[in-house]
């Protein structure tokens, strides 16, 4: 049976409070909580990469971090708040959390920018999620 995480998945762009107020709306609705997700996505193999790449890695880790934790001030006492930031894939790690939280709802932007096909994150995270995907405009 479904636990009721909300897991959010986040690019950190300007569109992320659309997304978030989407996903608090569900949380609330399903008396459940908000997983805030942001995936850095590596630059190359992070087992094979030199110290400067690492440092990198773990600059933008610390970053997300900040920017993640910055969203539990004036976050609403009614809904529990938590965040992870990873470095990988952004579709392997939303869908290891989607499975290890057994959530309820995923929670992204809409992948569907620009004039070209429909590609990328969103349709593998579509195709490879166990539980409903909600997309934001």
Sequence with gaps: MPTNAIIVGTDLSPHTSNIVDEGLKLARALHGHLVLVHAVEPIEDPAEADRDTQAFHDQLINQAEETL?????????????????????????????????????????????????????????????????????
Aim: with cysteine.
């Design 69 to 137: 934790n910055a969203q539990r001030q004036g976050w609403p006492a009614d809904v529990e708040l938590l965040t992870n930031v990873e470095l990988g894939s952004r579709v392997e790690v939303l869908v290891r959390l989607v499975r290890e939280r057994e959530a309820r709802m995923l929670v992204m932007g809409s992948p569907f920018r620009g004039s070209g096909p429909p590609v990328g994150i969103g349709l593998q995270l579509m195709a490879q999620c166990p539980c409903p995907v909600v997309i934001v405009p």
